[in-house]
């Protein structure tokens, strides 16, 4: 009975002793505190179909890049817009919905999501190397090559002719965002991944038409694109 006593007051000892874990988990977490975005990057393709890996950041507007996100509880979440707005009838916030799965590894964030910004691809038509003092110029391909074979007889190649390629940002609004990986996380940072089908314009040489009068290719024909972003949010 004396042994049984001891072992009894022991085993109640270590169970006063021991500390109460509290089990947190992703999504208690990211109810905490606000989000906004520090980094990311961009890959899409170029016109030669190439692919090209962009920063991210240059492309947010000035205005939303002190926008943050608060994840409330019922999955729902807001977008806020910082100090700096784009205009003042901008809302305070805006709505959307967001859930976690497969073992909170994936994010979907969707009905009225719109912190996404893209990039708007385009070929300037043509770009001659007597204006090369212009900056930037991104040289990419030959105008007329194609065509001009193609002709009987066969044209002249302008050889002093070049696509000149360029970049607009444009945000993406109302893009429903769902499978995004959830990679390098902490209770202060988080990296989402997540794909969205676009469009590029195609510059080698497959072209919507012929200009006689100029002997160049006319627009170039538009392919479909994937932009993969990873995007990192931060918590302050």
Same mark, same amino acid.
Request: charged share 20%; net charge negative; aromatic share 8%.
């Given at each position: 009975m004396r042994y049984f006593f001891l072992a009894f007051c022991v085993i109640l000892m270590a169970s006063c002793d021991k500390t109460p874990k509290i089990n947190h988990n992703r999504a208690s977490e990211l109810r905490v505190g606000k989000w906004h975005v520090t980094s990311g990057t961009l890959t899409l393709r170029k016109p030669n179909g190439l692919d090209t890996t962009l920063n991210y950041m240059d492309w947010i507007p000035t205005c939303h890049k002190d926008d943050y996100i608060k994840f409330d509880s019922l999955n729902r979440g807001y977008i806020f817009p910082g100090g700096t707005t784009c205009d003042a009838s901008q809302a305070d916030s805006s709505a959307f919905v967001w859930?976690?799965?497969?073992?909170?590894?994936? !994010? #979907?964030l969707y009905n009225g999501f719109s912190n996404t910004f893209g990039v708007v691809e385009?070929?300037?038509?043509?770009?001659?190397?007597?204006?090369?003092?212009?900056?930037?110029?991104?040289?990419d391909t030959l105008v007329g090559a194609i065509a001009a074979a193609a002709m009987t007889p066969p044209g002249v190649v302008v050889i002093d002719s070049f696509w000149k390629l360029h970049f607009d940002s444009s945000a993406v609004?109302? !893009? #429903?965002?769902?499978n995004a990986t959830i990679t390098n996380y902490s209770q202060s940072a988080f990296t989402i991944n997540y794909a969205v089908i676009s469009t590029y314009p195609d510059s080698t040489g497959h072209h919507t038409g012929f200009d006689v009068t100029n002997n160049i290719d006319m627009d170039p024909i538009i392919r479909p694109d994937t932009f993969h972003y990873s995007v990192t949010y931060t918590n302050f």
């Open positions: 859930q976690l799965k497969n073992g909170e590894t994936i !994010l #979907d385009t070929i300037v038509l043509p770009y001659f190397s007597d204006t090369i003092s212009k900056s930037p110029l991104i040289l609004q109302r !893009l #429903d965002i769902y």
